[in-house]
């Protein structure tokens, strides 16, 4: 019977015949896999020479853990036996692990043959050759192979791609991932926030939590097309992704609207906005993270189904809405959530965590929120749930429809900055009146205009 200290003993004697034996082709399959699957660390004068005849095994967890372990060796005298090994090898997942095993050796004659690699049908044998490749950026011959994925079908491939040759360009933004400019911080600016987003940095906000304008189902805001309005919240959330910080989350609440019908001799329509807006989200640069419901009592939905009520007609049922959508994306990036928590120093990390009781499920049951100053608010509970989950004590959070100022105080309440921008004057007054009305917002809070902020904010554009 094997084990796995016998293995370890072994393999630090040079002079020993052990390995010769256990690694013979002809041994039981369940041998070799128990010998290959517990060798640990090789040393470096390991007789690679006995993986290679199971490169032949009929059994393909045999030929991986062969590969695996040839890689270990990093030598380059296993070349020649791994590429053609791989050229004829049908399973994908060893082809990958033979790519890894090559990339390994960090040959230059390896370059060739990983760039054979590059046209294989698995694109994660492709992905797998490309991070081979990039140990010799700047090398003529890679960087003409590396060229050739820029256009690739496969979408993890290009966004590789991209991510590797713009990951120089990101450590100014690294340094200061967890800073945000005091000239944003509790500040609410009384624009159209098309024109706010010039005079906005690259990667300035944590977080977006933000409900629009839901299409022309209320007065404030009216657009001549439901095409139109699409492309305004296009517009705005690609400005969005651009001054978010890198892997950070831009949180939307929508839900498909009704506009009313403006006769008994039309229907009313309806609009799906979640699902239109999502294709364009996902197109510039949203990573789709999660689909959150929030689910409102049943009292709170207006009636549409009195008429079906009434007469039970199949194709006239219409179901009364209480739900809405709040759907979750992060600027997509190279780099894992990992990443961003190194970004901030454990005291802060330890003073964000979300303690007690918390949403387990992606159905939030939330009351709605009235507010005798504005018609179409959120209620605090949602924002404070977004802005806990999403981001950290310090945080910068943006609004670009500020409404009624829901976002500026679940910050507050959570120890963030907020940085708001609201298109109505009305709105603006209301929100400052009642900030400076209640005893529980202490922290200041500035009202701007655009050319307030062009003054403070020296921002190069304006330089
Ligand atoms: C659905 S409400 C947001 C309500 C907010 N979540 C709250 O809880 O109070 C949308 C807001 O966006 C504002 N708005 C519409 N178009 C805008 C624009 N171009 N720039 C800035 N604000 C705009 C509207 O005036 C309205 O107050």
């Known amino acids: 019977m094997l084990t796995k200290s016998q293995i370890d003993s072994e393999k630090l004697n040079p002079e020993s015949t052990f390995f010769k034996k256990v690694l013979a082709p002809n041994q039981e399959t369940s041998n070799l896999l128990f010998v290959l699957d517990n060798l640990g660390r090789l040393p470096t004068d ?22 695996k372990n040839i890689g270990k060796l990093k030598d380059e005298q296993y070349l020649e036996v791994l590429s053609t090994f791989a050229c004829n090898e049908s399973d994908t997942h060893t082809r990958r692990e033979t790519v890894s095993a090559i990339g390994r050796m960090r040959s230059e004659k ?5 760039t054979e690699f590059l046209k294989d049908t698995d694109p994660k044998v492709v992905l797998q050759g490309l991070r081979a490749l990039l140990y010799f ?3 003529p011959q890679v960087e003409e192979a590396l060229d050739t994925l820029r256009q690739h079908p496969n979408e993890m491939i290009r966004e590789h791609f991209e991510y590797e040759k713009t990951k120089k360009l990101k450590t100014v933004a690294e340094q200061c991932h967890p ?13 159209d926030v098309q024109d706010l987003f010039p005079l906005i940095p690259d990667e300035s ?3 977006t939590f933000t409900s629009p304008p839901y299409y022309n189902a209320r007065d404030y805001t009216i657009f001549q097309s439901y095409n139109a309005y699409l492309d305004f919240l296009t517009a705005v959330f690609k400005e969005t992704h651009r001054i978010t910080k890198e892997g950070r989350f831009f949180v939307l609440n ?6 009313p019908r403006i006769s008994r001799a039309h229907s009313s329509k ?6 239109d807006m999502h294709p364009r989200l996902t197109d510039m640069g949203w990573e789709f993270i999660d689909d959150i419901v929030w689910i409102k009592p049943e009292y709170a939905a207006k009636n549409r189904n009195g008429g079906f009520f009434q007469h039970r007609k199949p194709l006239c049922y219409k179901a009364n809405s209480i739900t809405e959508s709040v759907m979750v994306y992060r600027k997509k990036t190279g780099k894992l959530i990992d990443w961003n928590l190194r970004q901030y120093d454990d005291e802060t990390i330890e003073k964000s965590k979300v303690l007690g009781e918390y949403e387990k499920t992606n159905a939030w049951e939330i009351n709605p929120a009235t507010d005798k100053g504005h018609p179409a608010v959120f209620p605090i509970e949602l924002a404070s749930r977004v802005i806990q989950y999403y981001s950290f004590k310090g945080d910068l959070v943006f609004d670009p429809f500020g409404g009624s100022g829901t976002v500026g105080r679940a910050a507050t309440e959570h120890n963030r900055y907020f940085f708001l921008c609201e298109k109505e004057h009305k709105y603006v007054k209301y929100v400052k009146k009642a900030w400076d009305e209640s005893p529980l917002y202490t922290s200041e809070f ?11 904010f020296l921002h190069p554009h304006y330089i």
């Open 179 to 191: 800073t945000s400019l005091d000239s944003l911080k509790n500040v609410l600016v009384c624009a």
């Open 46 to 67: 390991f007789n690679g020479e006995m993986f290679t005849p199971l490169l032949c095994h009929p059994n393909p967890k045999v030929r991986l853990l062969a590969v």
């Open 270 to 275: 309806r609009y799906a906005i979640p699902y």
């Open 205 to 207: 906000v944590h977080l």
């Open 254 to 259: 929508t839900s498909p609207v009704i506009v």
């Open 446 to 456: 500035n009202v701007l205009s655009l050319t307030d902020l062009k003054k403070n």
């Open 110 to 114: 390896a370059i060739q043959i990983l």
């Open 137 to 139: 950026k700047g090398h």
